[in-house]
């Protein structure tokens, strides 16, 4: 799908170096394993609901061995009116299950540039990075951007009343959820996680420790999802009066629809996430998690 994942200028420009597979992920899959195996430097570029496809071969033929095969994984989260077939619902939980795989999620287009830039100059295993369908923010974009430092996160926002995670910002969201978590009434510190995996440990520990509050925002399922990462982190670091509020998709099929109506529904609306802060804040959180 080079129109559909935006490879076209690509596939003109280096014709020897850009291979359509067609509706073949799996053979994708262990195709660029075999190109990594050989010594190149494969990116296999894919929407994430047909990733789920190839995942036999993603663990065997590319983590198992880990093989430094790069993963561009195009249309994470709600996609609209394409509808249930097409929304990236699951691949931080399927993807944060396997071993040896490193997998990112940029809050704008520069850094998913970035995480471009990560993800070729990684060369110890596969490493991947979800992002949404969409446009973007219209930020600047650097000329050179630079690799970030694998498992780091990115401090946006201090603040002492809630901590507020999530796993990426992106279209609408880049513009509403921030300022919704910054003029909530409370102090709230936003981080921008970057890393599903691996998590910024020290990072969310310290916001953990001096808020007690933590609010986790993610386009993906919450079965596995970015919002267990961090709940498992806490609990594993035995900070177990931390409350906790997890939002994220419902466990259900969601249907078609515009992508507003859709986060609406889902509650991953400006106003839905500033709600859940300050329900935390106010003594309504319950330490666990709900979509």
Known sequence: MPDGTGLSHFARRFPERFFDVGIAEQHAVTFAAGLAAAGMKPVVAVYSTFLQRAYDQIIHDVCLQRLPVRFMIDRGGLVGDDGPTHHGAFDLSFLRAIPNLVVMAPKDENELAAMVRTAVEHCEGPIAARYPRGAGLGVRLETAPSALPIGRAELLRDGGDVANPRDRVDGERGSQRF?????????????????????????????????????????????????????????????????????????????????????????????????????????????????
């Open 179 to 291: 300022p919704a978590a910054w003029t909530a009434g409370i102090g709230a510190a936003v981080l921008n996680a970057r890393f599903v995996k691996p998590l910024d440990r020290p990072a969310v520990l310290d916001l953990a420790r001096r808020t007690r509050r933590v609010v986790t925002v993610e386009e993906n399922v919450l079965s596995g999802g970015f919002g267990a990462a961090v709940m498992e982190l806490l609990q594993a670091a035995g900070l177990d009066g931390v409350a906790v509020r997890a939002l994220g998709l419902p466990d259900e099929f969601v249907t078609h629809g515009a992508r507003d109506r859709l986060l609406e529904r889902c509650g991953l609306t400006a106003d839905g996430i500033a709600a859940a802060a300050r329900g935390l804040v106010s003594g309504g959180g319950t330490g666990g998690a709900e979509s």
